[in-house]
């Protein structure tokens, strides 16, 4: 004999299971009409150093000045963390640095400057870092980067507590803007920079600009967030595109945790972006 109840609890189950279905298909029409996604392209958790050494030149961009401290990239595996270290107490006034600077490569290709990663025109970076207990340094991400002469950089400056803009082209250095945090970056805790770089059309002059774009927030109290942004066309795109992070402090010991990078972009090309020529062998596919 059927139970009544059974078929009924069969039918509603079944009415649940459609509308969810139609439910889930609508969202997935609603998305792709009105949104185009944002794909994560790189990640790296530094939790071993094979890994991090695939996806980062830790050696080309290493500069090494004075005669004390070495300035060194490395991997801390047991707590998975980069780690950027040097001395630069003796160099006061000397231009020659200790600057670690770890830059992306194509994944698992050789270091140096031919394989450095070259990003969309258009991309989201988030990092973390922090200062360990009695230790001092900045912390900087450096979107279109060419080669320590050639970049931006924003820059988490822990002395004053200001996120700076800067430029560089052709080794001449300048400051574009500084912006106060609003509150102080503190030693142990952990902060989250996200950096949004694009290559746009500004509105005032109908020329092409970059539009670069930093939010700074402390993960322990997310009330502590700033953010700032700059119009600069200094280094388009088609000029450099790569990128690079540093910790580093001009004038003193330092010592720079970094962790959790993420690049976001969105896989839709810019009009400007260089089309990809497309060969047969480009395919892998087995010949027939
Ligand atoms: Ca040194
Ligand atoms: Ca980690």
Do not use: C
Request: glycine letters at 6%; proline letters at 5%; a negative charge.
């Amino acid at each position: 004999m059927r139970d009544p109840s059974k078929a009924r609890s069969l039918l509603l189950i079944s009415l649940i299971l459609m509308s969810s279905l139609a439910l889930i298909s609508n969202q997935t029409r609603l998305s792709t009409a009105h949104a185009i996604a944002d794909v994560t392209i790189v990640t790296e958790d530094f939790s071993s150093v094979e890994g991090t050494q695939k996806r980062f030149d830790l050696t080309t961009e290493v500069y090494d000045a004075g005669t004390m401290g070495n300035s060194l990239v490395t991997v801390d595996e047991a707590n998975g963390w980069l780690v950027f270290s040097g001395y630069n107490e003796e160099n006061a006034d000397s231009t020659k640095k200790d600057e670690p600077l770890a830059v992306l490569k194509a994944y698992q290709e050789p270091d140096g400057y031919p394989h450095y990663l070259k990003l969309p025109y258009n991309y989201t970076v988030t990092i973390d870092f922090s200062l360990p207990f009695g230790s001092k340094g900045h912390f900087y991400v450096l979107p279109r980067y060419g080669s320590v002469a050639d970049k931006y950089e924003v820059v988490v400056d822990t002395d004053f507590n200001n996120l700076v803009f800067n430029v560089v082209v052709s080794g001449e250095w300048r400051e574009l803007k500084i912006s106060p945090l609003g509150f102080d970056v503190e030693e142990g805790k952990w902060y989250r920079v996200q950096v949004t770089v694009l290559w746009l059309t500004d509105p005032s002059t109908g020329d092409k600009v970059n539009r670069i774009a930093a939010m700074v927030t402390d993960l322990s109290n997310p009330l502590n967030t700033h953010s700032d942004e700059i119009l600069d066309a200094s280094i388009p795109p088609m000029a450099h595109n790569g990128l690079a992070i540093l910790g580093f402090h001009p004038s003193e010991d330092f010592a720079v945790l970094a962790d959790n990078l993420r690049v976001d972009a969105q896989m839709e090309k810019v009009g400007e972006e260089p089309d990809e020529a497309l060969s047969p062998g480009d395919l892998d596919v087995e010949e027939m």
